[in-house]
């Protein structure tokens, strides 16, 4: 887990009051070192609780996981834009026009954020 989870974790733990033992409890985890482990980098976020964290806190999972949610969205980004290329370089392939228009839908989004970001 990158150093910027496990500050973003505490962070939000200190600022809302809790304990770990209390956050641990409030998130369901079965072990009262859960959050002890996740913001000490011993264990990795496992998608229940970092949706968990998301709907306690009420921010964006990309703000509770900064660096990880970038890295995900640059490789789809990546592996979009290459399922399209190679799309394009077969014109015998008959398109699927549903997922083409997704993907580039897809891509005019991410554009779209990048602007914003």
Do not use: W
Request: aromatic content about 6%.
């Amino acid at each position: 887990m990158d150093t910027s989870v496990q500050d973003n974790l505490k962070a939000l733990r200190k600022r809302s009051g809790l304990s770990q033992i209390e956050l641990g409890a409030v998130l369901g985890c079965a072990n009262e070192s859960t959050i002890s482990h996740l913001e000490h980098r011993r264990t990795e976020i496992n998608a229940r609780t970092l949706i968990a964290y998301h709907i306690l806190f009420g921010i964006p999972i990309e703000n509770i996981v900064p660096g990880l949610y970038t890295e995900i969205r640059l490789h789809i980004i990546s592996r979009v834009a290459a399922m399209q290329e190679a799309s394009s370089d077969n014109p015998e392939k008959v398109l699927d026009r549903v997922r083409d228009e997704f993907l580039e839908e897809f891509r005019m989004r991410q554009r779209n954020k990048i602007q914003y970001d």
